[in-house]
């Protein structure tokens, strides 16, 4: 039964209109630095720099920053006519007279001659070929050669040509050696500059402005009518030669390098496209209700407007357009959804709850609306079998195609956002709550059960909505959000659903879900199938998978070069996978996987994309901000090298001149290089390389967008710099910056310095070895004199006296048959002897062993003098704390000096001191006796026959310690001997002390 509704609710409004397709522009104003919105001329200079002139100054624009300039003696800040010439010098005039030039960073006011100056409106024009600067002036026409600053002036004809106190204006230079320019009688003239004589006048009398078009044709142009035509020997323009009539008033010409034309006026910029056959398309309007007063076309393509309001504008890519409710018919310009009823037709669907069918030939739209005022269009869905058009804005909506009216509105199929046809009859549609089956014939769901083939058994929840006395059915297939819906196109019992938490596909109903190679499940947004059967699926965090026979074969990301994982749409045109994201549209060409990005740098109005179509050989996408379209053959990589120039050298934190190759000193070690790129579609997002040669041969990038590389410290050698730069999409500038320098040696690395340091070292070496050889030698021979010494010292300890004595004494006990005297005595004899021999091989013993060895020595004594003789031992406690070695055989010979001389001849008991202590690095040791006394002892040996002086065991002593404090003694003026006699208070003797100083070892 047939619902009746409120027509009112129901009411379809349509409309046709023309489309005027706008290109994406970005805009320069006083915020990024701009001196003035009011802009009279833009020029690129052979650098790839914008120079732009306004009301208010002169500057520089590098694609980052913008730099004014000026100059102390100007009278005015206007700008405009800039030029360049042969030596890149950058030139412009003011409104005041004034002609400058930039040369080295630096603005120059030109002198002209001092005997006037200039007209307040002079035009002057550059001869590169020549080097020339040509000035129109008031009544003069003057060249000045810019090699050697000489003038040459020539008057204007005033006589021939009636220009008697009048000016020319517009001046051009117009190849080769033709001067083209317009007097203040609006007359329009050339001259040959190789001619005095050579003028020609056009057939009409009033021109506002003429400007070059190609070596034999010209533009003219008045207030509101352009011209364009090929100049004859008499400069005869045809009557034909009419481009157009603008209702608006025209400020200036302007031609691209493709010879296409534009006219700047108060009411926007004019385009006339050129025809392969050399005529040209009907004029489109770009910018409308701007006053463009000047044109710019850069290196890399792109289209440069100066306005005389609003600053300057920029337009990537005139292919690059799109449509919104201020440049277009449409509606409301924000489009979620697109649906491709052909290649001629293409469905919209808006958030204000309408539709627009947009015809991509005519640009003609018509407009659907139903009874859902702004509400977002969130599905579409074309029946070709019923030609009819679904649409879901909170509610369903049908209408039919070809009567361009509603047929249908359900209010009881509200929360479904999406719907595709199911074997002809049948709707599987999406919602916030899941999937259902609905019947699309006779009537949507009326009074209809499930077909047999669509066997959900359990899965199917029947719900009824009663409404006019008829009752709708639904039939749930799985209770999820669904994303994505698609009809296989390899079987119509086959269809695809993804949910938010899988991706299932059905066939015949039964449902069957696509795992990942984890295992994991596919959370899909969007789903389109190829020829070839490959069902593809973008997701929201995984990038695109590709599944072939129901298993998962290809699966691109970020890492495979997507812009982004997060793939919300997808369109199949051939071999090429066209993919909205949230960072811009990509390219994926299926045979070699290779990507291509389009985003705002290329012109897109948004890089978040919600839908996306191939119709009529173009790629239509939808944003919040519009519909975007392009050809779909449009190279999407800007293939225009970036430039890039060196700007300073630093060294050692002062200037150093821009030279490519140049010497350092070896102190000249910390150098830094500035330079700047020029990639104005880039706008910033291009990255600066570098290597050092000689340091290391990896290309660096510098971090962030910094403009110099720094060094510090380098080593001295030499080295080669190479600075390049990669614009948006990875193009390399071909002009790259190479520098080659080299750091000096200091005088220390030099090969002279190096020999002449290696020849005083080997003599250092020679003379040091010399040296060592003599001390060595010195002191074998001290040590071969301690030997010697030390011998003779063991032949005083061996005295034949003394062993004779020792051994009479043994014999003496033996036959006083006193055993245990003549067995102790020859006891102590015996070790006496054996610690003699041991010692005597040493070059040093302990302090401890040496007080032994005296010990024995003083034991074996006092047993000879039969006790009469009291021995005493004062040995410092830090001795024999310490691990203190003295040379041996040192003491004894003085400890037996006094039982040799001191008590042999004594009456009475004797008494004898050994005192040992530390004095610094010395040894102090000190015998002191009671006995005779050396004078004494002098006079017994008086009796001798033999007076021939003998070496004493004294004397050696003497001598060792001499030559033992030469070779170990701190102090080589050390008094290392010393004997006192002492006396009593009476005078007489009383005994002899000797001190000795032994270096410590």
Known sequence: MKIVLIISFFWLVWSISLIAQQPYTWQLTDRDGLPSMEVYDLYQDRKGAIWIGTDAGFCRYNGQTIKSYSHPKQKGTSASRISEDREGRIWYQNFNGQLFFVEEDSLQLFQAHKEKSFYTYFFHAQDTNQNLLWIADKDSLRNYNLSDRTQKVTLLPCDSIGLRNNRATNLHYWAPNRLLFVNSLQELWTKDASQEKSWGKGDKDVWCSAFPYSSDSIILYDVDNIYIDVLDSIMELKTSAKLANIKAQIYKVFVDRDKNIWAGTSEGVYFWLKKPDGGFEEAQLFLAKQQVSSFCQDREGNYWFGTLRNGVFIIPHLNMQYYDAANSSLLNGQVNKLVKVDEYNLLLGLSNGTVANLETNTKQIVHYKGNAPNNNVTGLLYDPYRKQILFFARRLFIFDWDKKQEEESYSHHTGFHQGIIYKKNDLILGTNSGASWQKLYPKIAQDTLPPQTLELADLINKETSISDSVTYYRYWIRRQRVNALWADYTADNKFWVGY???????IDGQAFSVLTAENNPVNSLDISQDKEGTVWVGT???GIYGIVNNRIQYHYTTKNGLPSNLCRTLAVDGQNLWVGTNKGIFNLNLETDQISLYNELDGLVSEEIRDIEVANGRIWAATTRGLISFDKELLANNLTPPLLSLKAIKVNNKIHPLQSSFQLGHEQTNLKFYFEGLAFRARGNY?????????????????????????????SGHYNLEIRIKNEDGIVSTQNIKISFTIAQPYWETWWFRGL???????????FV?????????RQNQENMINELRGQALQSQMNPHFVFNAMSAIQGYWMQKQPEIALNYHAKFAKLMRLIFDYSKELAIHIEAEIEFLEVYVALEQMRFEDQVECCFEVEEALREQEIYIPPLLIQPIVENSFKHGFLHKKGKGRLLISLKKQGNYVYCKVADDGVGRRMTQQKKAWRKDKQKERSSTDVVIERLAILNKTYGANPNQVTFKVTDLTASDGQASGTQTEMWIPLK
């Not at 340091?757 to 003379?767: K, N, P, Q, R, S």
């Open 770 to 778: 010399r040296w060592r050889y003599q001390i060595a030698q010195k």
């Open 687 to 715: 990255v600066y390389e570098y290597r050092l040669l000689g340091l290391d041969s990896l290309w660096v990038e510098p971090p962030g967008y910094t403009n110099f590389i720094q060094f510090e410290r380098l080593n």
């Open 757 to 767: 340091a290696y020849l005083i070292a080997i003599l250092v070496i020679v003379t």
């Open 500 to 506: 938010d938490d899988s991706l299932f596909y059905y």
């Open 540 to 542: 929201v965090n995984n």
